[in-house]
């Protein structure tokens, strides 16, 4: 009763508070929670909290007996600009709150949790602006099938919310808050997810998740179609070199192009603009290192790698998600066996993209200059029990 209560209380929460953010790998995160963020993302095979919900729930089932809360907050801090005029875009602070809980008896682990999964966003002096936000209410389960197999799946209540100004289409939905967007929509997706110790040092692990086909989001007058998140497929590495030290790398495949194609507004059923997108799949590669300093105290740093996904002739400013690089660092401390504190950074040096499309005279990209680098944090509380 105490869980359905709380899943309940989540899906309301998600559905009223979506997060907006400028994302880093396409309009996906370089990771989900500071222990994993750390560590340049890297997650698949080792416990980094209820984080795992948005990772890889299999993970779930290495924590220890008993339950877990995590409270977490997350700042996104793009600095976007673009060339012939256009400027500086003012859509420079975006928080995530997040959400997670899980509790492990015997073999079987379960929870609840929200999620910022991503999106993007920028807002110019013209009043050209474009925000999208995606995040996920997540049910997990994980269950040890023995010693050193694990196996995790989850049931995502996936949500969508754009608000967009463009003058030059007349486009103008918008409903002033930071955290939701004007058009809508909801649907499901799923995650399934293992890990495998090869030996006691080292565990491997692995997640296949689902597409988040979104439907149309729809705000009155106006409706977006075609914007969907990709499915990813991803998978790890977790070597414990010694007491202190623990190496991890992951692997993952973005399928951006069966998602991101041509993105259609439309205003009293007639097409007002196509954003024609085309993006590639992408490749992500994530590196991390933990050093635990003292019983208290664990130090992580990372590095995360994903190829711009978007084509130049396609990159738009509005919604120029192209940084590639990550380099990251965190930590963690606990103030007892119950109450720990994470944190971790993010930089991301400046990415830049010359579009060369048609002239913008026509709606086209020919010669824009857009430069986007980014500094972002996550910061979580956690209490065991």
């Known amino acids: 009763m105490q869980l359905n209560k709380c899943a309940a209380a989540l899906a309301a929460l998600g559905m009223a508070v979506p997060g907006m953010a400028l994302a880093t790998n396409g309009m996906l995160m370089e990771g989900y929670g500071p222990i994993a963020t750390g560590m340049g993302g890297a997650s698949m095979a080792y416990d980094n909290g209820t984080a795992a919900m948005a990772n890889n729930p299999a993970t779930l089932g290495l ?85 050193r197999f694990n196996l995790g799946g989850s049931v995502d209540i996936v949500w969508g919310g754009m608000d967009m100004a463009v003058s030059g289409y007349g486009i103008h939905f918008k409903d002033g808050s930071d955290f939701t967007g004007a058009a809508k929509g909801y649907s499901l997706a799923a ?8 030996a006691d040092a080292l565990t491997v692990g692995g997640v296949y998740q689902s597409a988040g ?5 729809k705000d009155g007058l106006y409706k ?50 196509p954003f024609q997108q085309d993006w ?34 396609f990159v738009n400013y509005l919604w120029p998600a192209i940084v590639e690089h990550h ?13 720990t ?31 986007h680098s980014q500094l972002n944090w996550q910061l979580m509380y956690s209490y065991a029990f």
């Open 63 to 147: 924590m220890a007996e008993g339950s877990r809360v995590d409270a977490m907050l997350g700042f996104v801090g793009p600095d976007v600009k673009t060339s012939m005029g256009i400027g500086k875009s003012s859509a420079d602070a975006f928080y995530m709150p997040a959400f997670g809980y899980a509790t492990r008896q015997g073999k079987l682990t379960y929870g609840a949790g929200i999620y910022g999964q991503g999106g993007m966003g920028t807002e110019y002096a013209s009043g050209d602006m474009a925000q999208v936000s995606v995040g996920r209410v997540i049910f997990p389960l994980a269950y040890a099938l023995s010693d």
């Open 280 to 313: 590639n799949n992408q490749i992500v590669l994530s590196l991390g290192l933990a050093y635990q300093f003292s019983e208290a105290l664990t130090g992580r740093i990372g590095y995360n790698y994903g190829k711009n996904p978007i084509p130049d002739q």
């Open 191 to 198: 995650k399934l997810g293992f890990t495998y110790r090869l």
């Open 224 to 273: 977006v179609k075609g914007f969907d998140m990709p499915a990813t497929v991803g998978l790890g590495l977790a070597w414990q070199a010694n007491d202190r030290l623990m190496v991890a790398a992951d692997v993952k495949d973005v399928l951006w192009g069966d998602s991101m194609n041509t993105v259609t507004i439309y205003k009293n059923g007639a097409v007002v603009a």
């Open 213 to 217: 086909n979104l439907p149309d989001l």
């Open 327 to 339: 380099y990251t660092a965190g930590f963690g401390y606990a103030f007892s066996k119950q109450s």
């Open 341 to 371: 504190v994470n944190f971790a950074l993010s930089y991301s040096p400046k990415a830049s993209v010359t579009g060369t499309g048609p002239s913008p005279a026509i709606g086209g990209n020919g010669g824009m200059v857009i430069e």
